[in-house]
């Protein structure tokens, strides 16, 4: 018979980066010299059971909600840079962490926000996405990277 703590989910869990033709991405430790070995690259994303992406869902429903509430015309006629700002937003709440990315000095919220929100980049923001929502890649059994 399962506990009905068996059936939580983890918080957290590491997105593989793959690059835009979809090979996983990986970079050297540059402060190990010649003897750095490949890791992955991952982007370290709050699940839809966690709280902080409850929250994040929450804001961007708040956002969306005083739009309408301003004006019903103003939701369907933002611009598609607003709509990526928004999505860009939401990201950047539920990004926990990231390995292999630098960030150019600026905190993980910051820099990702920046990062999901540039068209050019948009397959990152794609995949994050499309692996928050998917609950299994929060089960204890998922592959971890």
Do not use: C
């Amino acid at each position: 018979m399962l506990k009905l703590s068996q059936l939580r989910v983890a918080d957290t869990a590491a997105l593989h980066l793959k690059d835009a033709s979809g090979e996983p991405l990986y970079f050297k430790d540059p402060t190990k010299g010649a003897g750095a070995v490949e890791q992955p690259v991952l982007i370290h994303v709050y699940g839809p059971g966690s709280e902080p992406y409850r929250k994040a869902q929450l804001g961007a429903q708040r956002r969306v909600m005083a739009l309408v509430k301003k004006n019903r015309r103003a939701l369907e006629e933002r611009t598609p840079e607003e709509r990526t700002a928004d999505t860009a937003a939401l990201l950047a709440d539920i990004t926990h962490s990231v390995e292999g990315l630098d960030l150019e000095g600026r905190p993980v919220r910051e820099g990702m926000q920046a990062l999901y929100a540039d068209p050019a980049a948009g397959w990152v923001a794609d995949q994050v996405n499309a692996f928050a929502a998917d609950w299994a890649n929060f089960s204890k059994s998922a592959p971890k990277d």
